[in-house]
């Protein structure tokens, strides 16, 4: 599921913030995007996230800022005397007279060296960072349970449309039965009239019995309307279960077309289709549910 959680908090020395975005995904995927230092936090960061993130592509971005001491940078003094050196010698060569000026020297590469990085001591910056990342992480959190409700909604939907197709064909299947039963009579009657032969009753009960053990349904019905008491349940529940409502889909799914494989009724075909059409949309929208 998508969603967006930032939070920052200002130190007396320092200021630290935490972006977190997440992207759909069918499985877990973290990038953590940090300063210099902060690489050791990332088993730490990652087990944080995962308490509220269980599917989906997610990036951290962590800033962490601070106000230098006044003694936190020395000067290099052999590098800023290396670097005057070889302008000197590049002057005389190129036969420039202008004045060498130090402070121009000072952005040069290696002049100034700061004393200590960020991430000295980990336990320190993780006592800074663990909090804001809840902060971030708790917004996050918020923004994909309300994109969750109103997916709830739109599955929810799905399932009764599915469930009012499925009505249809409860109350068609009997009908088909009876159905082949009189073109097979009539079909039979036709025959007999033409070649003069007699069919036996029982015979054509047989046929019939067969054709309707063949096409019974019943079974797949009441397996289709429990995945979808199932499924409303597990929308229902506070827990995560996306992996839950991933495998009840592939079940309705199943059954689905085993009800139109077995049917052979051109009516129960279109309520079929219907059926089907409304558990894809089901089915792409559970990819993206923890």
């Not at 590049?90 to 130090?102: E, G, K, M, R, S």
């Not at 009579?185 to 067969?210: C, F, K, M």
Request: a negative charge; proline letters at 2%.
């Amino acid at each position: 599921m998508t969603g967006h959680g930032e939070a920052v908090v200002q130190h007396a020395d320092r200021s630290v913030g935490v972006e977190v975005r997440t992207v759909n995904n069918r499985y877990f995927k973290l990038t953590v995007r940090a300063g210099d230092g902060l690489a050791a936090l990332e088993s730490r960061i990652e087990a944080l996230v995962r308490q509220q993130v269980r599917r989906g592509t997610v990036q951290v971005t962590i800033r962490l800022d601070r106000q230098p001491a006044a003694d936190s940078f020395r000067l290099n003094s052999q590098v800023l005397a290396g670097y005057r050196r070889q302008l000197e010698q590049l002057y005389d060569q190129l036969h420039i007279a202008d004045t060498i000026h130090l402070e121009s020297l000072l952005a040069l590469p290696g002049v100034v060296v700061e004393r200590t990085g960020l991430g000295a001591d980990c336990e320190q910056e993780w006592a800074l960072i663990e909090p804001v990342l809840r902060e971030a992480l708790a917004g996050l959190t918020r923004m994909r349970a309300d994109e969750g409700r109103a997916m709830a909604v739109d599955l929810s939907d799905n399932c009764r449309l599915v469930a009012r197709e499925l009505e249809q064909i409860a109350e068609q299947a009997p009908r088909v039965v009876a159905a082949y039963r009189d073109r097979l009579t009539e079909r039979l009657n036709q025959l007999l009239a033409q070649y003069q032969v007699s069919v036996e009753p029982r015979d054509v009960i047989r046929e019939v019995g067969l054709f309707a053990e063949r096409s019974d349904i019943s079974e797949e019905l009441v397996r289709l309307r429990s995945h979808l008491d199932q499924f409303q349940l597990l929308l229902e529940s506070s827990e995560s279960n996306g992996r839950k409502l991933d495998f009840l889909t592939q079940e309705m799914f199943r059954e689905t077309n085993t009800i139109g494989a077995k049917a052979n009724d051109a009516g129960i075909a279109r309520h079929v289709i219907e059926i089907k059409a409304a558990i894809e949309r089901i089915r792409e929208m559970i990819q993206n549910v923890e």
